[in-house]
């Protein structure tokens, strides 16, 4: 019966564990001197040798005739161990027995000696799966176990394992694998297996792995085929995989914000069976890459993934910004994360590209800082913002290029008129013959600015201090601005060339007479009037101005309707 190469290939001993000598020695150490734990707990991702070093382990401490702390793999004890004939090594899953009643009968079992090797080792796979219970059920035993007893725990996901537990145990953490022994070790496998694996194909699935090595196995087996070497292609083919030249072909559409030509790539990626999903991975990588050389351009190349040339990221790299790329990571990692609860991947694939290529449909906090980085590119490089011209209509134009285009008939109020429109489509004063009255050009009338403010003339009554107040916005602090645009607070009266300002109390003329504020005052009176002004401050209200009756408003206001009678 055929058996998976990952099955078939699982490393026999210490020696044979592919990038984990740091755990592979001190475990041989251990094994050879007879220093060993009563708990170990493996930690790490899938497919780094977790499961497999401790079942060599396992075998290690019971083997009969140890070689360097390996195991022999031929006494009874390890042949037994490896085809479970032995029952005193046992393999748990968490997963399946996470349960309080469970752990109770492991524990019950754990204190008798084992009948037919030295030491009873139990094997507990995903233990961060045990429920809080069977953690507290797990604890006594692992304080305190018989001398024959050796807990061995695994576990991907160590923050949810209790701190009780791993200060319990020896723990070991188990390292990504690197693409270069990945490869190394699918090129021994293929040749044993007999298997046409070039050194393209090999690099490429080493990449593909992640760090686990058990994944590229698995994806070799997958890809291995009757007919023909397996090459980059053959591998791209069986995997549905876009590839690298597809995806820097498609993070040029981007990069030129050609939406048109990146829908049609993928469309034609779609077509030829890549998945969707993949493609926009492929994308996301890509654009990790290129944010890690945008931003560490000297230390970031080993972080780099390795798929692309130097040629290809350096050239894709002058095309994008950091914050557009940070933007672009961001919103395909959001758009790979709606891919499996989306009910037409293929929409949400091509809308995400969309978006990517014009950030303007993009209204989020990223979308605006990339279309802003995308309009200080264009400033820093003097590269001229185009105008939008308009012979009919008047337009005002958003975004980048932030430009109001206003036409010669806009400013005159002249509207083409169709000469071959029909009579009944003429407005009333057209078709009676009545003139039209042009209005005065718009563009003939000079805009006042901030800064030229038209002279005040003085009224009758002296009462200039209303556009004098509003002339002082910009020359006070805004303390006293906030005390003399108010006439609740501060009031003006001119009389005789002395400008007395009331305020409402002692707090209010105090910041209104400092001597900078009255110098602003009377500068201003001054440059208005023509003539020298003086300026004193007074608590109180103008003798001139009388207290204003509310009542007379309100009698006003109902004398304007006939059917309210009003009686004094």
Same mark, same amino acid.
């Given at each position: 019966?055929?058996?998976?190469?990952?099955?078939?290939?699982?490393?026999?001993?210490?020696?044979?564990?592919?990038?984990?000598? #740091?755990? *592979?020695?001190?475990?041989?150490?251990?094994?050879?001197?007879?220093?060993? $734990? #009563?708990?170990?707990?493996?930690?790490?991702?899938?497919?780094?040798?977790? /499961? *497999?070093?401790?079942?060599?382990?396992?075998?290690?401490? +019971?083997?009969? #005739?140890?070689?360097?702390?390996?195991?022999?793999?031929?006494?009874?004890?390890?042949?037994?161990?490896?085809?479970?004939?032995?029952?005193?090594? @046992?393999?748990?899953?968490?997963?399946?027995?996470?349960?309080?009643?469970?752990?109770?009968?492991?524990?019950?079992?754990?204190?008798?000696?084992?009948?037919?090797?030295?030491?009873?080792?139990?094997?507990?796979?995903?233990?961060?799966?045990?429920?809080?219970?069977?953690?507290?059920?797990?604890?006594?035993?692992?304080? !305190?176990?018989?001398?024959?007893?050796?807990?061995?725990?695994?576990?991907?996901?160590? #923050?949810?394992?209790?701190? *009780?537990?791993?200060?319990?145990?020896?723990?070991?953490?188990?390292?990504?694998?690197?693409?270069?022994?990945?490869?190394?070790?699918?090129?021994?496998?293929?040749?044993?297996?007999?298997?046409?694996?070039?050194?393209?194909?090999?690099?490429?699935?080493?990449?593909?792995?992640?760090?686990?090595?058990?994944?590229? @196995?698995?994806?070799?087996?997958?890809?291995?085929?009757?007919?023909?070497?397996?090459?980059?292609?053959?591998?791209?083919?069986?995997?549905?995989?876009?590839?690298?030249?597809?995806?820097?072909?498609?993070?040029?559409?981007?990069?030129?914000?050609?939406?048109?030509?990146?829908?049609?790539?993928?469309?034609?990626?779609?077509?030829?069976?890549?998945?969707?999903?993949?493609?926009?991975?492929?994308?996301? $990588? @890509?654009?990790?890459?290129?944010?890690?050389?945008?931003?560490?351009?000297?230390?970031?190349?080993?972080?780099?993934?390795?798929?692309?040339?130097?040629?290809?990221?350096?050239?894709?790299?002058?095309?994008?910004?950091?914050?557009?790329?940070? %933007?672009?990571? /961001?919103?395909?990692?959001?758009?790979?994360?709606?891919?499996?609860?989306?009910? +037409?991947?293929?929409?949400?694939?091509?809308?995400?590209?969309?978006?990517?290529?014009? !950030?303007?449909?993009?209204?989020?906090?990223?979308?605006?800082?990339?279309? @802003?980085?995308?309009?200080?590119?264009?400033?820093?490089?003097?590269?001229?913002?185009?105008?939008?011209?308009?012979?009919?209509?008047?337009?005002?134009?958003?975004?980048?290029?932030? !430009?109001?285009?206003? $036409?010669?008939?806009?400013?005159?109020?002249?509207?083409?008129?169709?000469?071959?429109?029909?009579?009944?489509?003429?407005?009333?004063?057209?078709?009676?013959?009545?003139?039209?009255?042009?209005?005065?050009?718009?563009?003939?009338?000079?805009?006042? /600015?901030?800064?030229?403010?038209?002279?005040?003339?003085?009224?009758?009554?002296?009462?200039? %201090?209303?556009?004098?107040?509003?002339?002082?916005?910009?020359?006070?602090?805004?303390?006293?601005?906030?005390?003399?645009?108010?006439? $609740?607070?501060?009031?003006?009266?001119?009389?005789?060339?002395?400008?007395?300002?009331?305020?409402?109390?002692?707090?209010?003329?105090?910041?209104?007479?400092?001597?900078?504020?009255?110098?602003?005052?009377? /500068?201003?009176?001054?440059?208005?009037?023509?003539?020298?002004?003086?300026?004193?401050?007074?608590?109180?209200?103008?003798?001139?101005?009388?207290?204003?009756?509310?009542?007379?408003?309100?009698?006003?206001?109902?004398?304007?309707?006939? +059917?309210? *009678?009003?009686? !004094?």
């Amino acid at each position: 019966m055929y058996q998976a190469l990952y099955r078939k290939w699982r490393p026999r001993t210490f020696d044979d564990v592919v990038g984990q000598t #740091h755990i *592979t020695d001190t475990l041989k150490r251990q094994v050879a001197t007879g220093r060993l $734990s #009563h708990a170990y707990l493996f930690t790490g991702t899938r497919g780094t040798g977790k /499961t *497999t070093c401790a079942k060599i382990l396992a075998r290690a401490v +019971n083997c009969e #005739h140890p070689v360097d702390g390996n195991p022999c793999n031929t006494c009874d004890s390890c042949r037994g161990i490896e085809n479970g004939s032995i029952l005193d090594v @046992l393999e748990l899953d968490a997963a399946s027995n996470n349960g309080v009643d469970q752990v109770r009968a492991l524990r019950d079992e754990a204190v008798y000696t084992p009948a037919a090797v030295r030491k009873r080792v139990y094997i507990v796979d995903e233990v961060h799966m045990l429920s809080t219970a069977a953690f507290n059920a797990l604890l006594k035993i692992l304080e !305190e176990p018989p001398a024959h007893l050796m807990f061995i725990l695994a576990t991907t996901e160590l #923050h949810k394992v209790p701190a *009780t537990i791993k200060s319990r145990c020896q723990q070991f953490s188990f390292q990504r694998i690197l693409p270069g022994d990945i490869a190394q070790r699918l090129l021994y496998v293929a040749e044993r297996e007999g298997i046409a694996l070039t050194s393209g194909g090999a690099a490429l699935l080493s990449r593909l792995a992640d760090g686990g090595l058990r994944d590229a @196995l698995s994806l070799l087996d997958q890809c291995a085929g009757p007919a023909g070497p397996i090459g980059e292609q053959q591998v791209l083919d069986a995997l549905g995989l876009a590839g690298n030249l597809e995806t820097a072909r498609l993070m040029g559409r981007v990069a030129d914000r050609d939406a048109g030509g990146a829908l049609e790539d993928i469309a034609r990626l779609y077509g030829g069976g890549k998945d969707i999903s993949a493609i926009l991975g492929e994308l996301a $990588s @890509l654009t990790r890459d290129l944010l890690i050389r945008k931003t560490a351009p000297r230390s970031g190349g080993t972080l780099l993934n390795g798929g692309f040339d130097e040629t290809t990221i350096r050239g894709l790299s002058e095309k994008f910004t950091a914050p557009r790329l940070v %933007w672009m990571l /961001t919103v395909l990692q959001a758009a790979l994360a709606e891919l499996p609860r989306s009910s +037409n991947r293929r929409t949400d694939a091509e809308l995400c590209l969309i978006r990517l290529c014009d !950030e303007r449909l993009d209204d989020s906090a990223g979308g605006l800082a990339a279309r @802003l980085d995308r309009v200080e590119a264009q400033l820093s490089s003097g590269v001229p913002l185009p105008k939008v011209k308009s012979e009919n209509t008047c337009q005002i134009i958003s975004g980048e290029k932030a !430009e109001i285009s206003i $036409s010669q008939s806009c400013m005159q109020g002249e509207t083409p008129v169709d000469d071959a429109r029909s009579q009944k489509d003429l407005p009333p004063w057209e078709a009676a013959g009545i003139p039209r009255v042009e209005p005065m050009a718009a563009a003939s009338d000079p805009k006042p /600015t901030a800064d030229t403010v038209p002279p005040v003339s003085p009224v009758p009554g002296g009462d200039i %201090w209303p556009a004098l107040a509003a002339g002082l916005k910009n020359k006070v602090s805004r303390n006293a601005w906030s005390f003399l645009g108010n006439p $609740s607070m501060v009031r003006g009266e001119y009389a005789d060339g002395v400008l007395t300002l009331w305020a409402d109390d002692e707090l209010v003329k105090g910041v209104v007479s400092r001597p900078t504020v009255l110098e602003a005052v009377g /500068t201003l009176a001054q440059s208005r009037l023509g003539h020298e002004v003086r300026v004193s401050v007074k608590v109180g209200r103008p003798e001139s101005v009388a207290v204003h009756d509310k009542l007379d408003d309100l009698l006003a206001f109902g004398r304007r309707f006939d +059917n309210i *009678t009003i009686k !004094e």
